[in-house]
């Protein structure tokens, strides 16, 4: 059973331009996290979806982050006009059941995406 | 206020010595749930425990052992003999009743020396 994937594993952008992650969850999962961390520092939550739906996105930058989980096909982290900021390790991390099992729920992270901008 | 902290920000052992990580919590949640992620130099999040709010009973694996005690909010990690292997960033976080989102400390860097 593969893990979960992210890619690229690496990303390098120009101010201004576009980034987009990919998290493709375990099989099975239907639940997608977003963390961000920054430079010797530990993991920040951003966003909690379900298929199509954002659940908790109380952790996003409320400008130029997005992030969806379609149906079908991997969750996508977008920002837009990225800045030198935002230079950090983007990880995804996937649940079987989310909220609803108390008692055998975990996360599994990916391995990360690592975003410079320049 | 920070929900888990992790004084120790880096620690250096020499091989074989035991190391005691620290973590303290703080929630208002009656159920939560305690974690400890392992994170090498080359970048990953490697699993280690979790640990429910209602199951106080301290676990061994290996050379690894966890403590985890409510009356003071901690849940402290040890590794006894460590290995250079054993050289990495451990984060302790926190989930709450929801079990949504982790709360993660800042980590503490491990460096097992020769």
């Known amino acids: 059973n593969a893990g979960v994937m992210q890619n690229p594993r690496h990303l390098v952008r120009r101010r201004g331009q576009e980034a987009r992650l990919r998290c493709s969850p375990m099989k099975g999962h239907s639940h997608v996290y977003w963390y961000r961390q920054l430079p010797e520092e530990g993991l920040k939550f951003m966003v909690y979806?379900?298929?199509?739906?954002?659940?908790?996105e109380s952790g996003m930058p409320k400008e130029r982050f997005s992030a969806e989980f379609p149906k079908e096909g991997p969750s996508i982290l977008r920002i837009q006009q990225v800045v030198r900021g935002d230079s950090a390790a983007y990880f995804c991390a996937s649940s079987p059941l989310g909220a609803k099992d108390l008692f055998t729920d975990t996360q599994y992270f990916g391995p990360g995406t690592r975003l410079t901008v320049l | 206020a920070q929900k888990v902290t992790q004084a120790q920000t880096e620690i250096s052992v020499v091989e074989k010595e035991d190391v005691t990580l620290d973590c303290v919590y703080e929630?208002?949640?009656?159920?939560?749930?305690l974690f400890w992620y392992k994170q090498p130099p080359s970048g990953e999040l490697v699993f280690l425990i979790r640990?429910?709010?209602?199951?106080?009973q301290n676990e061994i694996s290996g050379r690894y052992s966890w403590n985890f005690q409510k009356s003071t909010s901690s849940f402290n990690f040890t590794i006894t003999a460590s290995q250079v292997v054993d050289s990495a960033v451990y984060f302790c976080a926190l989930s709450e009743g929801g079990f949504n989102k982790f709360y993660f400390g800042s980590g503490t860097k491990l460096n097992v020396k020769p």
């Open positions: 640990r429910n709010s209602f199951d106080e």
């Open positions: 979806l379900q298929k199509e739906n954002i659940i908790d």
């Open positions: 929630t208002r949640d009656t159920t939560y749930y």
